[in-house]
């Protein structure tokens, strides 16, 4: 069946690095939208970033533009969330998740969890000194 497993994740230093991994089975991701959501205690989901699945153009939240990248291997059907200058306050579960909609819908709303059908486990990232 369909399954998006997520791995990377972490306890790092704040400024460090940590890069995750989104991989898929049961379907081929390259033909998708493919976004990443986090969520730490107590604070509603935030989405993080999206990839569209037609021209790879991305989306970032501002809490991580400039720090993190997002981008597609599709030879090992996998998606990765390359996060950089690390602070506490992205400390959080990521969540990796896929959907089908259009790309003019993406450039609107990658931030919504209702945009995505397809949700992995999630992975931890902590950081702290």
């Known amino acids: 069946q369909a399954q998006l497993v997520e791995s990377g994740g972490g306890l790092v230093q704040p400024g460090e690095s940590l890069r995750l991994s989104c991989a898929a089975s049961?379907?081929?991701?390259?033909?998708?939208?493919v976004g990443w959501f986090r969520q730490a205690p107590g604070k509603e989901r935030e989405g993080v970033s999206c990839?569209?699945?037609?021209?790879?153009?991305?989306y970032y939240a501002d809490s991580v533009k400039g720090r993190f990248t997002i981008s597609r291997d599709n030879a090992k059907n996998t998606v990765f969330l390359q996060m950089n200058s690390l602070k506490p306050e992205d400390t959080a579960v990521y969540y990796c998740?896929?959907?089908?909609?259009?790309?003019?819908?993406?450039?609107?709303?990658?931030?919504?969890?209702?945009?995505?059908?397809?949700w992995g486990q999630g992975t931890q990232v902590s950081v702290s000194s």
């Open positions: 998740v896929s959907g089908a909609k259009s790309e003019a819908y993406y450039k609107v709303y990658y931030y919504l969890g209702s945009s995505y059908d397809s």
């Open positions: 049961g379907f081929t991701l390259r033909h998708y939208a």
């Open positions: 990839i569209s699945n037609r021209d790879n153009t991305s």
